[in-house]
């Protein structure tokens, strides 16, 4: 059988068609799913950065985790093929794109898992890696009242997609990222098994596969840790004109004891201007707030700074109890006092905020033009000199969409995933969410990431690349620092052949078995 696919996926029939092709393979595979045609064209040949493409072999639909271990081992069984699982399609720079290779698509397993269970008394879902966030959360909500601790901003993304990068937001400060937030995982490695794998069992394998970028294992099921959904939120906005202020005010707030803090913690650069979309409009939180820049603070920079906060009630919760709560945390910090914007959502709303966003930029024709985002972890030694190069000088004007920066606690992260982090224990996310139009500028913002890289290269500054894409093993190497021999190690025993997510240019697929093999 092997051998016949390995006939098919090479074209040696000069007169087959790629129907023919997938129809064979199809067939030789034996899935409980479909299997349809690959093409540049198709879903699987693009993704939501708009800056690379594909061609695809073909795109699996499995019905579970046995149709993706039977592709995966016929994959091991040629000397060419590789296999990349997509989520929703959201990585920016061809993460999940298979050249050639076998993409599978894991929404058509979203359905596959969806169990409460109780365990010590604590709360806990499985959840399908197919499934997207947003789906969990009103899943959750409407038939349990309860939810995860632990979001990311955008929740059109797979559970399965945002663990083997890490998964972060406003809440991460108080409850860690979401890969330190699920107990157990349903993996199909490498080598084709079907293994499931927690801190306990299969240890080595579960903490790779948190933010290993799906280089050990493609996540089918995932456990993942529960609260009490709360029913209204808080929304805050507080500005600031200088920048020691802004991050002073940010670390106190999440550094804070148990009782005394935010929900929700992030914060965002903003240019100090008239600009709609980079500028002053951007920060109030109701259409009818108005930004009135006779209170900016003279002299102001070319840029201001906006922390953003929210806290969770009850619709049992007295109005008095909340403004009290959220005076005493609000009441030290030195932000533009005339320069705050506040606003009650449900925590629904509040959680699907950036639905709103995306609605907005459908509705504008932007949301499918590229993307060329930076996402950056920088220490908190670092922050204040990537403010002056970066923020103040090379991005004065925006990009053409949000500047997140906010402070997160390394504490809150586990040191045996694959994640890797700055030094220190307090550093900051910087997030740049370009929205552009197809074009040069295109060219020219990448080429701006790739500046903004070297220069704080260049200047020593303490960094890692989140989400990170690099071409070369020199790079990579970089990247990962001492943790580098763990991550390959990882590599031999998990997916020897280098089979798993081509797309992202760290190991290259062989049909040798890489413990003897000199790439490494």
């Not at 947003?134 to 632990?150: G, T, Y």
């Not at 840029?303 to 945390?329: F, G, M, P």
Request: aromatic share 10%.
């Amino acid at each position: 059988m092997i051998a016949c696919l390995g006939r098919t996926v090479h074209g040696t029939d000069a007169n087959s068609t790629p129907d023919d092709d997938v129809s064979t393979i199809s067939q030789l595979l034996d899935l409980q799913g479909s299997i349809e045609n690959g093409g540049i064209t198709g879903v699987a040949g693009k993704d939501f950065g708009g800056l690379y493409s594909a061609k695809p072999l073909a795109v699996i639909k499995p019905s579970g985790s046995e149709d993706i271990a039977r592709v995966v081992k016929a994959a091991l069984r040629t000397s060419h093929l590789t296999v990349a699982a997509r989520g929703n399609g959201h990585s920016i720079n061809g993460q999940a794109m298979a050249d050639g290779g076998l993409v599978i698509d894991m929404r058509s397993t979203e359905e596959n898992h969806f169990k409460l269970l109780t365990i010590d008394g604590s709360p806990y879902i499985d959840v399908s890696g197919g499934a997207l966030w947003e789906d969990v959360l009103k899943r959750c909500i409407s038939r349990f009242s309860l939810a995860p601790r632990s979001w990311t901003d955008y929740l059109s993304l797979t559970v399965g997609g945002t663990l083997s990068n890490a998964g972060v937001s406003g809440q991460a400060f108080r409850y860690g990222p979401q890969t330190s937030n699920v107990t157990e995982l349903e993996v199909v490695t490498g080598k084709g098994e079907v293994t499931v794998c927690s801190e306990t069992q299969n240890s080595e394998l579960f903490f790779g596969a948190l933010g290993g970028l799906g280089q050990f294992s493609i996540i089918t099921r995932a456990r993942v840790k529960l609260q009490p959904a709360p029913d209204m939120v808080r929304w805050i906005r507080l500005v600031y004109s200088e920048f020691e202020e802004f991050t002073r005010d940010a670390e106190f707030l999440v550094t804070q004891e148990e009782g005394e803090l935010f929900d929700y913690v992030e914060g965002f650069v903003f240019s100090n201007s008239d600009d709609p979309i980079n500028g002053w409009p951007s920060v109030p939180l109701d259409p009818d707030h108005e930004f009135n820049p006779t209170h900016i603070p003279q002299p102001a920079g070319s840029v201001l700074y906006c922390l953003e906060v929210a806290l969770h009630y009850s619709h049992s919760d007295h109005h008095s109890n909340i403004e009290t709560a959220v005076s005493r945390l609000i009441e030290r910090l030195g932000f533009v006092r005339r320069l705050k914007f506040e606003v009650n959502v449900s925590y629904m709303e509040f959680i699907l905020r950036v639905k709103q966003v995306e609605e907005h930029a459908k509705a504008n024709g932007i949301w499918d033009s590229p993307h060329p985002w930076l996402n950056i972890f920088v220490s908190k030694s670092s922050i204040v000199d990537f403010d002056r190069t970066v923020f103040k000088k090379m991005l004065k004007d925006g990009v053409g969409g949000p500047m997140l920066i906010y402070p997160l606690l390394r504490s809150k992260w586990d040191d045996r995933t694959s994640v890797v982090l700055p030094e220190g224990e307090i550093f900051y996310i910087v997030a740049l969410l370009r929205f552009v139009p197809k074009g040069p500028s295109v060219e020219k913002l990448v080429a701006q990431n790739h500046e903004i890289v070297k220069l704080c290269n260049n200047e020593g500054l303490d960094f890692k690349l989140y989400l990170p894409h690099y071409q070369s093993k020199e790079d990579w190497k970089r990247h990962f620092g001492y943790q580098w021999s763990r991550f390959v190690e990882r590599k031999l025993s998990f997916d020897p052949m280098a089979i798993l997510a081509p797309g992202q240019q760290i190991f290259k697929r062989t049909h040798i078995n890489l413990n003897q093999h000199s790439q490494l």
